[in-house]
């Protein structure tokens, strides 16, 4: 995932998605590219068509924030693919060295405070976990462990929920929209690809899926990014059926990059009784350890 080339593709598929009428411009009958062409955006951006060239050839270096804005502006980008694009430009200057994750050794595992894991724990309500942004799930109470048990039953997922979306069949029944699910999880690593481009496991994760997965290269290419922060959510359990779950995702200012998920059933709902199900399964189970993780954060 070489810088330069991530931001070309991302600024190429974003131009590719605005038709000329979305941008105020005549369509025209004669159109050999998809989206608007590279001088309609830099007259959209008041630049220069040789500097937007340069900008779409990846070249986002020392780029100004005024500018980034412009082009922000003029490709129609929303919060999240603005994000994206300005992760994009500090990694390509090296202003992100700071605010980069140190690279941790093997023998220095992430492990989760006590605290936190007994916040965790005193979630009985509803599934709880904390994942990063290659979507490993590091820690969770055991609501959320049972809740997961299909991803913890095989251990070729790595306890990972984008392996587990697309190389574990047991997913295409846990996700009942499985498509709206597996386009959350690219466009989820899509964005964590901006914020770290230099997570040698990131790109060993992608590497693999691209290779055994058709479903996620195809949604790989497409560049798409999001941010995932709450939310309705259906799922089917093998152990109480169907749930339709809210969810808040909460940023960790204690550990920037890892988010805390919480799932929760509108009250007096068939899922909540669901979930009450679920614990009652979840305490008949043997308990699967869960304080450490064996990858990096």
Same mark, same amino acid.
């Given at each position: 995932m070489d810088?330069?080339?991530?931001?070309?593709?991302?600024?190429?598929?974003?131009?590719?998605?605005?038709?000329?009428?979305?941008?105020?411009?005549?369509?025209?009958?004669?159109?050999?590219?998809?989206?608007?062409?590279?001088?309609?955006?830099?007259?959209?951006?008041?630049?220069?068509?040789?500097?937007?060239?340069?900008?779409?050839?990846?070249?986002?270096a020392g780029v100004s924030p005024a500018v980034l804005e412009s082009l922000a502006r003029a490709l129609q980008l929303d919060d999240a693919e603005r994000a994206h694009l300005l992760n994009l430009a500090r990694a390509a200057d090296g202003s992100d060295t700071l605010t980069r994750p140190r690279r941790r050794t093997a023998a220095r595992q992430w492990t989760p405070h006590r605290s936190l894991q007994w916040t965790l724990d005193a979630i009985t309500a509803g599934p709880a976990f904390v994942r990063n942004g290659r979507m490993d799930i590091l820690t969770a109470n055991q609501l959320s462990r049972a809740f997961y048990s299909d991803v913890y039953a095989t251990p070729g997922n790595q306890r990972n929920l984008a392996r587990f979306t697309f190389l574990?069949?047991?997913?295409?029944?846990?996700?009942?929209?499985?498509?709206?699910?597996?386009?959350? @999880?690219?466009? +989820?690593?899509? !964005? %964590?690809? &901006?914020?770290?481009?230099?997570?040698?496991?990131?790109?060993?994760?992608?590497?693999?899926?691209?290779?055994?997965?058709?479903?996620?290269?195809?949604r790989w290419g497409a560049h798409n990014v999001r941010h995932h922060g709450t939310g309705i959510k259906h799922f089917h359990h093998h152990a109480v059926g169907d749930l339709s779950l809210a969810f808040e995702g909460l940023e960790m200012a204690a550990a920037?990059?890892? @988010?805390?998920? +919480?799932?929760? !059933? %509108?009250? &007096?709902?068939?899922?909540?009784?669901?979930?009450?199900?679920?614990?009652?399964?979840?305490?008949?189970?043997?308990?699967?350890?869960?304080?450490?993780?064996?990858?990096?954060?």
């Open positions: 810088n330069r080339e991530e931001a070309r593709e991302f600024l190429t598929s974003r131009r590719a998605k605005i038709a000329p009428a979305q941008a105020g411009l005549p369509s025209g009958s004669r159109r050999r590219v998809p989206g608007l062409r590279r001088s309609e955006v830099a007259a959209l951006a008041d630049m220069s068509v040789e500097y937007y060239a340069k900008l779409e050839r990846g070249n986002l574990d069949p047991a997913s295409r029944r846990f996700y009942p929209d499985w498509d709206a699910f597996a386009d959350i @999880t690219v466009a +989820i690593v899509r !964005a %964590e690809a &901006g914020r770290n481009p230099h997570d040698k496991d990131l790109h060993d994760l992608v590497g693999e899926l691209c290779t055994r997965s058709d479903a996620f290269r195809t920037p990059g890892l @988010t805390l998920t +919480i799932y929760t !059933a %509108e009250p &007096g709902s068939p899922s909540e009784e669901g979930l009450r199900l679920l614990s009652t399964w979840a305490a008949t189970r043997e308990p699967a350890p869960d304080t450490e993780r064996s990858v990096t954060s």
